[in-house]
């Protein structure tokens, strides 16, 4: 008999829910078992406030079978903090932008200032004139979301996201996990834009991290949100990846 392929779970970034996933799942095998949940101070889970280790520990607890995680930034975050907590429930892993936090303690608490103040700021404003700002990012100049991503991008509430920048930002990861990524032994697959410079340092620095179970990939004119941008690309590159790493075929 065949060995089943394990579950898919796609973890979206800040702002996003699980509906910002649809550009790759459907593009992806329908054979495959793919769940995109909605994660803390977003969508359906608006309400739960959790940090990233709580929140690893909580998708750890819904997962039956070890799994392919695939993480866009936030939850690229994560999907590394479930790997390193919970390998037991990972059998792969896929990184879109994302990182092991910040070296410096004074740029982290810098960025904790900075999340804390824009989280303030949703409060005070609500929730479309912030998306309206953090849409028009030049991290975000490629990027044109889908009208139902959009929407539901917009029925996100100003406390769950305010809570997801105190409780998730990249600022909480003190200490940083770099010095923790070589217990990570599945196999890896990190991708980022080519426009994305910040993002491919880091892409860089995380598979030389993890070692040999890493591999890497950089999506042609695209920026931060390369599974967005092009995910006909961003598709077949985890398809294949995931066929020769983890036998998981159509």
Not at 188 to 206: C, H, M, P, T, Y
Request: with cysteine; hydrophobic share 45%; net charge negative.
């Amino acid at each position: 008999m065949p060995v089943p392929p394990p579950p898919v779970v796609l973890l979206h970034g800040f702002t996003q829910t699980g509906v910002s996933w649809r550009p790759i799942i459907e593009r992806l095998p329908p054979t495959w078992a793919v769940r995109a949940p909605d994660l803390p101070g977003h969508g359906t889970a608006g309400d739960r406030h959790l940090d990233l280790a709580a929140t690893a520990a909580h998708l750890a607890d819904e997962l039956p079978d070890p799994a392919l995680v695939v993480g866009y930034s936030m939850g690229g975050r994560t999907a590394l903090r479930l790997a390193l907590d919970r390998p037991d429930r990972v059998a792969g892993l896929v990184l879109i932008g994302a990182t092991a936090g910040i070296d410096d303690p004074g740029e982290r608490a810098a960025r904790r200032r900075a999340d804390e103040a824009l989280a303030d700021r949703i409060e005070a404003e609500g929730v479309e004139p912030f998306l309206d700002r953090w849409l028009a990012q030049p991290l975000f100049a490629g990027l044109h979301p889908e009208p139902d991503d959009l929407a539901a991008r917009r029925a996100n509430t100003a406390a769950g996201l305010a809570a997801s920048l105190r409780r998730a930002g990249t600022g909480t990861m003190a200490p940083p996990w770099w010095d923790e990524l070589h217990r990570i032994e599945v196999p890896v697959l990190l991708i980022w834009g080519e426009g994305d410079a910040k993002f491919a340092s880091l892409g860089q620095r995380l598979a030389a991290a993890i070692g040999a179970d890493a591999q890497t990939s950089a999506l042609v004119d695209v920026g931060h949100a390369a599974h967005l941008e092009a995910p006909d690309a961003c598709a077949a590159l985890i398809r294949g990846w995931a066929a020769r790493a983890l036998d998981l075929r159509g």
